[in-house]
């Protein structure tokens, strides 16, 4: 059998784990392994070919059910646990692995982050601490088209998230890693690019600045600051060419042609470990042992027949990253590189030899910035404009220039030259400020992508081959209707009789989206922290991305986690209207017996009452959205003793099919006599699992169930739509309907929500 039809069978088993929506029972797991046995004993090759897809099928089953099952297993109880230390801030975040549970040992290893607590002493990587650990299931926010926090970690192997409750230290030293880095820490404070310095060398990201991060991708170029594949196959081609160089001094009997090759290899090795091995880091190095094992085999393999070797050792290696989005990345990458230079080869034109390099690397640029235009889509949800100019002077420079002289700095590093050392750091530094100062020149350069542009994304593809084919001019007709068919989102009209109401995951506050007719509006805007707010983070790219044009904004109170995005959202739209019962300077009044129209439907205020200035969640404005047939009751945080006001007054208007749970499902609010006037048919509430509070209570769930009313919230489902028609509804969640997958699923402890 051959190892590109090994490889192949190797991807298509493993990988349906990034579609699958839940993982098979172990009962389902050895009925097919059985029929995988069997097929390989049938003597004719495709059945060989289907069972060794099962079996590839199987070990990624299991190594997804490996993962899960720390999230799964550990929260239930306080683990006494040994944890090898692989990170830390040097202060209250580190990142562990744990080696040992109630003094027994676990392998693999289980990954867990440790947040918000000083350790008892200096901290590094590379320490080893017995410690008493409360852990938690890693659960992220889930909301359509939002980064998946969930899935990242688990594709990282960090399934775990907690504090401790006692720590000591067992091993007290520091990792040669940990000490090395220290020492260039040490060594570059007094240097202002340090901190790209250390990601550029050591694979150091968390300390680089935020600004640096957002210069980077508006430019399209912040891979140049992964540990990936173009950094290690450099050191690897270094390394390679400087054994090389080293054998024209040999006699020729010592000269071995593989030497090079796995020298350069090794090395590459050797550097990834040194950046912390991080996932990225590692897949490149895999894939160069594999390329390596490809060339040393003395047979000429195709660009194509590499890749699909290099992709399926990967992922055989580590079938969890088939989840990982970088891995899609890098691998999406080289493949367009691959389809670009043999459908669309460099043109031979008589240049110098600078020419020559300018126009390989022009090229090159364009091949990628065009290609990869359906992953930048679908992960980044816009473009950069200035990436193909930026990539031109940025590539050439951080790869020929500033990598190279960090390198050298690393090794001096190592001999005590402080002159040599200075003289290195002080000319990596002075590349990188000439980087920076040529990405700041440029004219900001991001585009915004909403997801209509999904499918045609992909028309570059398709064009280029049309165009080699000569298809535009035998197949006219296919190539247009290929076309339409693509651009089919942008004449699709949305239809007159649905509106919809999407409650998103934001964590412990409350964020509505009224949608229609590509116009929405907003109940409340998520919370607010110090680096940032919902808005900045969530909001306004799930707006961007569902082309949706906010008008205005219902505020129900002045508490933060529910006006905590109301300034970034006037920044980015600045016409937007605002109304609330807060009586702020622009603010259009929310008080009992307002009614607005909007799209067709009617707004009608229910609480607080007019002229009443106090404020707190006993004032939150409550509204009726209604189209005359069906109608939603958004209520904010009130609470029982205003709930029994509004019913006592105002009771008659208060019926609504759906209602948004009060105050988060605290048992202070959702009074039974509320429930039962309302008469509705679904309860729907925004929490964040891991609350101080223990929201939604478990009481107030069982009052609405017993009510008939259909419950849903946030922490169970992420993100919750309703779409709304004249006559029925739906009610579609992310982790059960629009986006159900078994890295999305409820981990841990089945009703844990403190």
């Given at each position: 059998?051959?190892?590109?039809t090994?490889s ?5 088993g ?20 059985g029929?995988?046995?069997l ?7 495709y059945?060989?070919?289907a ?13 997804a ?23 830390t ?11 040992h549970?109630q003094?027994?040992?676990?392998f693999?290893?289980?990954g ?8 008892p ?9 017995a ?26 192997h960090?399934p775990?998230t ?8 067992i091993?007290?030293?520091?990792s040669l ?21 250390l ?6 990201r ?17 891979h140049?600051m992964?540990?990936s594949?173009?950094?290690i196959?450099?050191a690897a081609l270094l390394?390679?060419?400087?054994i090389?160089?080293g ?8 000269i ?12 590459a ?8 091995l991080?996932?990225p880091?590692?897949?490149t ?10 060339k040393?085999s003395?047979?000429?393999w ?12 990967i992922v ?8 990982s ?10 493949a367009?590189l ?6 669309m080869?460099?043109p ?16 090159l640029?364009?091949?990628?910035t ?6 930048q889509?679908?992960l980044?949800?816009?473009?950069s404009?200035?990436?193909?100019l930026a990539n031109?002077?940025a ?12 390198l ?9 030259q ?10 990596a ?10 990405l700041?020149?440029?004219p ?13 994304a992909l ?13 535009w001019?035998t ?7 290929g ?5 089919g989102?942008f004449w699709?009209t949305?239809r ?7 409650m998103?995951?934001v ?13 929405a ?5 998520g919370l ?8 900045q ?14 008008q205005g904004v ?13 300034q970034?959202l ?9 109304r609330?019962?807060?009586?702020w300077k ?7 017996g307002?009614?607005?129209q ?10 607080p ?13 409550v ?23 509004m019913l006592?007054?105002?009771w008659q208007?208060?019926q ?8 988060h ?10 429930i039962?006037?309302?008469g ?9 699992r891991?609350?101080?509070?223990r929201?939604?209570s478990?009481?107030?769930?069982q ?8 419950w ?8 919750i739509?309703?779409d709304?028609y ?11 309907q629009?986006?159900p ?11 844990d929500?403190?």
């Amino acid at each position: 059998m051959k190892l590109t039809t090994i490889s192949t069978c190797a991807l298509c088993g493993i990988l349906p784990l990034t579609l699958l929506p839940v993982l098979p029972d172990m009962l389902c797991v050895s009925l097919v392994f059985g029929l995988a046995c069997l097929l390989c004993l049938i003597p004719h090759r495709y059945m060989h070919y289907a069972g060794l897809v099962l079996l590839f099928f199987l070990w990624g089953i299991l190594a997804a059910k490996e993962v899960i099952w720390a999230g799964n297993t550990l929260p239930a109880k306080t683990q006494q646990a040994i944890v090898r230390i692989t990170g830390t801030d040097n202060m209250t975040t580190h990142y562990g692995q744990i080696t040992h549970l109630q003094g027994k040992r676990i392998f693999p290893a289980v990954g867990v982050v440790l947040y918000g607590q000083y350790l008892p002493g200096d901290v590094c990587a590379g320490q080893t601490w017995a410690m008493m650990l409360k852990v938690r299931a890693v659960h992220g926010q889930l909301n359509e088209g939002g980064f998946d926090s969930q899935r990242y970690a688990l594709a990282q192997h960090q399934p775990l998230t907690g504090r401790f409750l006692q720590a000591s230290v067992i091993t007290p030293q520091c990792s040669l890693r940990a000490r090395y880095l220290s020492s260039l820490k040490t060594t570059l404070a007094a240097y202002p690019w340090q901190q790209v310095i250390l990601g550029l060398g050591m694979g150091e990201r968390l300390s680089v600045s935020q600004a640096v991060k957002n210069i980077m991708r508006d430019t399209g170029t912040a891979h140049l600051m992964a540990i990936s594949g173009l950094h290690i196959a450099f050191a690897a081609l270094l390394a390679g060419g400087l054994i090389r160089g080293g054998q024209f001094f040999m006699p020729a009997r010592w000269i071995c042609w593989q030497a090079p090759l796995v020298g350069g290899v090794l090395c590459a090795a050797f550097y990834a470990w040194l950046t912390g091995l991080q996932p990225p880091a590692l897949r490149t190095v895999i894939a160069l042992m594999v390329w390596g094992a490809l060339k040393l085999s003395g047979r000429q393999w195709s660009g194509w027949a590499v890749w699909i070797t290099c992709l399926a050792a990967i992922v055989v290696v580590d079938p969890v990253a088939v989840i990982s989005q970088s891995l899609w990345l890098s691998a999406f990458a080289v493949a367009a590189l691959l389809f670009w230079f043999q459908w669309m080869p460099m043109p031979c034109w008589p240049l110098s030899r600078i020419g020559r390099a300018v126009l390989a690397l022009a090229h090159l640029q364009l091949g990628i910035t065009v290609l990869l235009l359906p992953v930048q889509i679908a992960l980044f949800h816009g473009v950069s404009l200035s990436s193909l100019l930026a990539n031109l002077f940025a590539v050439p420079l951080v790869t020929f220039v500033s990598v190279p002289l960090i390198l050298a700095g690393m090794v001096v590093h190592l001999t005590g030259q402080v002159m040599i050392e200075a003289g290195l750091w002080y000319l990596a530094d002075r590349s990188l400020e000439l980087l920076f100062w040529g990405l700041n020149s440029l004219p900001d350069g991001w585009l915004n992508i909403d997801a209509r542009w999904q499918w045609l994304a992909l028309s570059p593809w398709l064009m280029l081959i049309a165009w080699r084919l000569n298809a535009w001019e035998t197949l006219p007709v296919a190539c247009f209707t290929g076309l339409l068919l693509l651009s089919g989102p942008f004449w699709r009209t949305p239809r007159a009789d649905l509106w919809q109401v999407h409650m998103l995951d934001v964590g412990q506050g409350l964020a509505m989206v009224i949608a229609r007719n590509g116009k929405a509006l907003l109940y409340d805007t998520g919370l607010a922290w110090p680096e940032g707010d919902s808005a900045q983070q969530l909001i306004i790219p799930w707006l961007r991305w569902h082309n949706l044009e906010p008008q205005g904004v219902i505020l129900s109170h002045e508490h933060l986690d529910h006006r905590g995005g109301l300034q970034s959202l006037q920044q980015a739209w600045p016409s937007l209207w605002i109304r609330s019962p807060l009586g702020w300077k622009g603010h259009l009044p929310c008080f009992r017996g307002e009614h607005w129209q909007w799209q067709g439907l009617t707004f009608s205020a229910h609480w607080p009452v007019s002229g009443n200035k106090e404020q707190g969640n006993n004032h939150s404005c409550v509204v009726k959205v209604d189209d005359g047939h069906q109608s939603i009751l958004l209520t904010g945080d009130i609470e029982s003793p205003a709930e029994q006001k509004m019913l006592s007054h105002y009771w008659q208007h208060l019926q609504a099919t759906f209602v948004q749970v009060p105050h988060h499902g605290s048992n202070t609010s959702s009074s039974l006599a509320l429930i039962q006037r309302v008469g509705g048919q679904a309860a729907i509430a925004s929490a964040s699992r891991y609350n101080a509070w223990r929201l939604p209570s478990w009481k107030v769930r069982q009052r609405y169930r017993q009510q008939n009313y259909q419950w849903l919230d946030t922490p169970h489902q992420g993100q919750i739509t309703l779409d709304i028609y004249q006559k029925s509804w739906r009610i579609r969640s992310l982790r059960d309907q629009i986006l159900p997958r078994w890295y999305h699923q409820w981990f841990g402890v089945l009703e844990d929500n403190g």
